[in-house]
């Protein structure tokens, strides 16, 4: 009892700021060093399950630290002394319970460089990582991809115009520091929690099964925050979308789409399958009529018109191709624009749909007025929303759930914390509307944000809390470049007006197509990848796609 007395005492003197800690030897831990931390009440918690929690301020705990080159290391097992485990079964009611002490990098000290955070690789976080002066910023990446996804031309790697390759540019190709600088680093991993308070995010490295402890987790103390953490494929709650239907965002949905599609092609050519199954196994369901799903079902009607016809003989007369939308295919283009796509994908086979998906099964889709359509592929681009992540944090919220944000970009309730891209929009009370989640918009911030940056740390307020009543300049004005979508067989469709209502120049057919081509192979990231697109676009032209099935 007053061992279980006199450790209480040492507990209760120990303090509550997370991260203090102090050394103690016990026979079986010599040499080693206990730490005791506390959370606020303000930590957020945000768990892969999908459950959100807020931590407790009297969950605390003593683990051991190591640290090596600045990142502090913590063992996830301590084998504790028989003392210590008569202190921990004595049921005492004023005995604190206890949590373990993260991993990861400490806040920077007077004299080093001021340490920016960007959460995301998307097209917002990698303008700002490609500007950002690291002469001034030390950078930390997190991400749980290591690259960054040129979308517009996605689509053209699910049917073998393009290789994967072609369309990501890893991330430390875009800011180089992040592979050189000492006090720089990507980190493959997902933010699980940000502590505002304590200028600090909580993070779960991906899960492989190759780390000492899984989920392995690591804190990162941040000067400035830069929130990109996109956004995430809007189901609607519809039933079984999520177990049935491929999304086309990552390189790995475009992936996955090719081995289907390819190996329903040669599944459809065993001996006995019946016509019936035949023509659902090679009914390819694009639902949403927005630019990526009239670009996929595009490409798969050049697929079909030129490679399959002369590749799969036996199957030609059985693939075909529906495009399934609520309203009108391409809603934000001009009308003489959309009239045009539709009697040209019309023309190329595509069959179009009016109608409303009101549950998904595994081999057929359901829309509201009962009429069942079977398919062998079902493609899911009905646009994005908030991810899960975005939608707990803690931090105000825009008009339809994204991270709210004044004119500079700045979320305007905590310090050093900045928003962009498509987690982010303007708050209600700025009378500006939420920008659309379009790859132009995210890469205009990420450009202005970065200038900023680089501005107000020339003026030595990289600091946290350094910034303050810091003049930031104008702020953020967004001016709508114009909208392209390539419909197939080299034709496309170029918009060029400022808005929807606004009048300007729109083309359509073969010009259009030579300029969406020459735009995106001016906007691909590198040199390397406008030289991988160039080459594959000739390779196709030449000797058609590739439809090899690999894994």
């Given amino acids: ?109 007077p004299g080093e460089k001021p340490r920016v955070v960007v959460l995301g690789t998307g097209w917002a976080a990698c303008r700002f990582l490609k500007g950002l002066n690291t002469r001034i910023y030390d950078v930390v990446c997190i991400s749980p991809r290591n690259h960054m996804v040129f979308t517009p031309l996605l689509a053209s790697t699910c049917v073998g ?8 540019e890893p991330v430390s190709r875009i800011q180089d520091a992040l592979a050189k600088d000492p006090n720089s680093y990507f980190f493959l991993a997902s933010c699980t929690g940000i502590d505002t ?21 690591f804190k990162v103390a941040y000067d400035k925050l830069v929130i990109a953490a996109g956004s995430e494929p809007l189901t609607f709650g519809i039933k079984g979308v999520q177990e049935h239907a491929f999304f086309l965002r990552e390189v790995n949905h475009a992936q996955e789409i090719r081995k289907r599609l390819l190996l329903n092609l040669m599944l459809s050519e065993n001996p006995g399958i019946s016509e019936e199954e035949k023509k659902r196994l090679l009914h390819c369901v694009v639902i949403g009529g927005g630019p990526t799903g009239v670009e996929f079902s595009g490409e798969l009607s050049d697929f079909i018109t030129r490679d399959v016809h002369e590749r799969y003989t036996h199957v030609k007369d059985y693939i075909h191709v529906t495009l399934i939308e609520a309203n009108e295919i391409l809603s934000s283009f001009d009308v003489s624009l959309r009239q045009y796509a539709t009697k040209h994908l019309t023309k190329s086979g595509v069959h179009l749909m009016r109608g409303v998906v009101k549950e998904v099964h595994p081999k057929s889709l359901v829309l509201s007025d009962g009429t069942e359509v079977p398919y062998g592929l079902l493609v899911w681009s009905t646009g994005v929303g908030p991810s899960e992540f975005v939608k707990k944090l803690n931090l105000p919220k825009s008009p339809g759930g994204r991270i709210g944000v004044d004119e500079w970009l700045r979320v305007p309730s905590v310090e050093d914390v900045f928003a962009l891209g498509d987690c982010a929009g303007f708050l209600e009370q700025t009378g500006r509307p939420v920008l659309p989640a379009l790859a132009q918009v995210a890469e205009r911030e990420g450009k202005f944000l970065v200038e900023l940056f680089n501005k107000i740390g020339k003026q030595n307020g990289g600091k946290a809390l350094s910034a303050e009543g810091m003049p930031l300049g104008d702020p953020f004005v967004y001016r709508h470049l114009g909208s392209m979508a390539s419909v197939g067989r080299y034709k496309a469709l170029v918009d060029l007006r400022q808005s929807k209502d606004a009048k300007g120049l729109s083309l359509a057919g073969f010009t259009s197509w030579l300029i969406w081509r020459s735009a995106y192979l001016t906007r691909v990231v590198s040199w390397r990848n406008r030289f991988y697109v160039a080459v594959n676009w000739a390779t196709t032209l030449v000797f058609g796609r590739d439809n090899t099935r690999i894994g």
Avoid: W
């Avoid at 600090?200 to 987790?217: D, H, K, T, W």
């Fill in 197 to 217: 308070d304590k200028h600090e995010v909580y993070c779960e490295a991906v899960n492989n099964g190759g780390l000492p402890r899984e989920p392995y987790q």
């Fill in 1 to 109: 009892m007053a061992l279980a007395r006199i450790a209480r005492a040492n507990l209760r003197r120990s303090g509550r700021a997370f991260g203090s800690y102090r050394c103690e030897k016990d026979m079986f831990n010599e040499g080693g060093c206990t730490g005791r931390f506390s959370l606020p009440s303000s930590y957020i918690n945000f768990k892969s399950g999908g459950k959100f929690s807020h931590v407790p301020r009297t969950m605390e705990n003593n683990y051991m630290n190591s640290s090596m080159r600045g990142i502090s290391g913590t063992p996830y097992h301590q084998f504790p002394s028989a003392s210590t485990q008569r202190v921990m079964e004595e049921p005492e009611s004023d005995l604190e319970c206890d949590q373990p002490r993260y991993a990861g990098l400490e806040a920077t000290k």
């Fill in 161 to 168: 115009t393009l290789e994967f390759r072609s369309v990501a």
